[in-house]
C-alpha cells in the first residue's frame, strides 16, 4: 500500500493537456466518492463539488473557461486598492474589454476542459480557515485516488472566484477546479520550475 503511494506521487506531473478521452463511468463513481472520504473539522464539512462531465452543456462552459474566464491579462491593469497587475478577468464586460484591447491571454489552462471537472466551492460564500483545510484534503484525496486508478489530474485556480460563480451558477464561492482524464502531454515539476525547484523533505521538516 505504501510503496503504490509512493510510486502515484513520484510519478504524477502537471497536467494541461487531456487526450478527450471520457473517464470511464466506474471511475468517475470511485473519484466522486472520494472527495468526502477524507476528515472535516467536527463533521462540518463546508463545501460543494460542481462536476463538469461530457454534456453539451457541460462542454460549452468549461470552453468559455478555457477562452475567456481562467485567463489572464497580457499586461497590467487596475486592482484596486492595490498597484495594477496582470490577473484574471472578473465579468464579460472586462472579456469583451481586453479582448479589444487586445489585451486577454486566452487559452492557457487546458485542464479546464477536460472530461471530467471538479469544482470544489463554499457554499456559505464565507470560508474558514478550518474549511481551507477540508476542502484542500478533499480536493487532495481526489487526485491520489484518481492518479491511483491512471486518471491523470490538473489542477486550475487562475480564475475571479465571483466570475465563475456566476457563469456556472453556484450556490457559493468557488475556490479551486481540478480536471480528471489522460494527458495528451506532461510537464514534469521540475521542467515547470526549474527557476524553483521542489524541497526536498529534509528542508522542511525541522
Not at 487532495?140 to 487562475?158: D, K, R, S
Request: glycine share 4%; with cysteine.
Amino acid at each position: 500500500m505504501l510503496e503504490q503511494l509512493e510510486k502515484v506521487l513520484e510519478k504524477r506531473t502537471t497536467v494541461k493537456y487531456f487526450d478527450g478521452n471520457p473517464v470511464p463511468t466506474h471511475l468517475t463513481e470511485i473519484i466522486k466518492k472520494s472527495v468526502a472520504k477524507t476528515p472535516s473539522c467536527n463533521n462540518t464539512y463546508n463545501f460543494k463539488v460542481k462536476v463538469l462531465g461530457q454534456s453539451l452543456e457541460h462542454r460549452k462552459a468549461k470552453v468559455d473557461l478555457h477562452n475567456y474566464i481562467c485567463t489572464v491579462s497580457k499586461r497590467p491593469v487596475n486592482n484596486d486598492p492595490h498597484e495594477a497587475v496582470s490577473r484574471p478577468p472578473r465579468s464579460w464586460s472586462e472579456v469583451d474589454t481586453w479582448k479589444k484591447d487586445g489585451n486577454l491571454k486566452p487559452r492557457i489552462n487546458g485542464q479546464t476542459l477536460a472530461p471530467l471537472l471538479f469544482v470544489w466551492y463554499v457554499p456559505d460564500s464565507d470560508p474558514t480557515s478550518n474549511d481551507l483545510i477540508d476542502l484542500g484534503l478533499s480536493c487532495w484525496n481526489t487526485v491520489v485516488t484518481a492518479e491511483a486508478l491512471g486518471v491523470q489530474t490538473g489542477f486550475c485556480a487562475c480564475f475571479d472566484n465571483e466570475f465563475v460563480k456566476e457563469h456556472l451558477n453556484l450556490s457559493g464561492l468557488p475556490l479551486v477546479m481540478l480536471g480528471f482524464g489522460f494527458a495528451s502531454s506532461t510537464i514534469t515539476n521540475q521542467d515547470k520550475h526549474y527557476d524553483k525547484p521542489r524541497p526536498s523533505w529534509n528542508n522542511i521538516i525541522c
